[in-house]
């Protein structure tokens, strides 16, 4: 065990059974002419989000922390997406984006498409896992708790966009799962106004699991990774 220094105070995690859940770091949310950038939400600290990530991807992967991977993303005919009479059908943007303005029809979190693929600073690297999802939370339809489960995983760090949905939906379950959640607040990017992060980081620090930086992440990461060596 090692302790991480976090609010509200510093957490006691096996390394052994901890893994790093990147939600949906895509080009939707976090580049210039995807889903986020199109509907006018405030995209100007995704560069500094992905620069945080290449410095802790690779130090998880160093210090055997498993990463893993959410994208969320729908088939082309929208079949997995919810119909009418699914909430998702009428609260998901992308949906409403492509219903509202036919020149995106096919274009918004589709499979395959540009917009729904991680960006190109953060590809995927060998033995590190992809998980697909159609709603906010990673836990909801996927293969991500059995996962976890198969790998004796009980700590999760997550990083991420958006902070007060994705992120926050899928902490949320992972608490609910008897996971401990672990938010690592400088590697994520919220929508809408600050006080949506605001009272996410609050949420998670005085009642869901707690927050941290990626710098006493990393710190944590290359003691264990020399201790190893």
Same mark, same amino acid.
């Given at each position: 065990?090692?302790?991480?220094?976090?609010?509200?105070?510093?957490?006691?995690?096996?390394?052994?059974?901890?893994?790093? !859940? &990147?939600?949906?770091?895509?080009?939707?949310?976090?580049?210039?002419?995807?889903?986020?950038?199109?509907?006018?939400?405030?995209?100007? @600290?995704?560069?500094?989000? !992905?620069?945080? /990530?290449?410095?802790?991807?690779?130090? &998880? @992967?160093?210090?055997?922390?498993?990463? $893993?991977?959410?994208?969320? %993303?729908?088939? *082309?005919?929208?079949?997995?997406?919810?119909? *009418?009479?699914?909430? %998702?059908? /009428?609260?998901?943007?992308?949906?409403?984006?492509?219903?509202?303005?036919?020149?995106?029809?096919?274009?918004?979190?589709?499979?395959?498409?540009?917009?729904?693929?991680?960006?190109?600073?953060?590809?995927?690297?060998?033995?590190?896992?992809?998980?697909?999802?159609?709603?906010? =939370?990673?836990? &909801?339809?996927?293969?991500?708790?059995?996962?976890?489960?198969?790998? +004796? $995983?009980?700590?999760?760090?997550?990083?991420?966009?958006?902070?007060?949905? &994705?992120?926050?939906?899928?902490?949320?379950?992972?608490?609910? =799962?008897?996971?401990?959640?672990?938010? $690592?607040?400088?590697?994520?990017?919220?929508?809408?106004?600050?006080? +949506?992060?605001?009272?996410?980081?609050? +949420?998670?620090? /005085?009642?869901?699991?707690?927050?941290?930086?990626?710098?006493?992440?990393?710190?944590?990461?290359?003691?264990?990774?020399?201790?190893?060596?």
């Amino acid at each position: 065990m090692v302790a991480l220094a976090a609010r509200p105070e510093p957490v006691d995690i096996d390394l052994r059974q901890t893994a790093l !859940i &990147c939600v949906d770091m895509q080009n939707a949310f976090a580049t210039k002419g995807g889903m986020f950038d199109l509907a006018g939400f405030d995209i100007s @600290r995704a560069p500094d989000v !992905i620069e945080v /990530h290449q410095r802790l991807l690779p130090a &998880c @992967r160093k210090a055997g922390v498993k990463v $893993i991977y959410l994208v969320i %993303a729908f088939k *082309p005919d929208l079949s997995d997406a919810g119909d *009418p009479t699914s909430p %998702a059908y /009428h609260k998901e943007l992308a949906l409403r984006m492509m219903r509202s303005r036919p020149e995106l029809a096919g274009k918004l979190l589709i499979d395959g498409g540009w917009d729904a693929a991680i960006v190109d600073e953060l590809a995927p690297q060998p033995g590190d896992l992809v998980i697909r999802k159609t709603r906010y =939370s990673g836990f &909801c339809r996927t293969e991500l708790e059995a996962t976890l489960r198969a790998s +004796n $995983i009980r700590y999760l760090l997550f990083t991420g966009v958006a902070t007060n949905v &994705c992120v926050e939906s899928t902490a949320r379950d992972a608490h609910f =799962s008897e996971f401990w959640p672990i938010l $690592i607040e400088d590697a994520m990017n919220h929508s809408g106004p600050d006080f +949506n992060r605001q009272a996410t980081l609050w +949420n998670f620090e /005085h009642t869901l699991g707690w927050v941290t930086r990626s710098d006493q992440v990393i710190a944590v990461l290359q003691t264990q990774a020399r201790a190893a060596a």
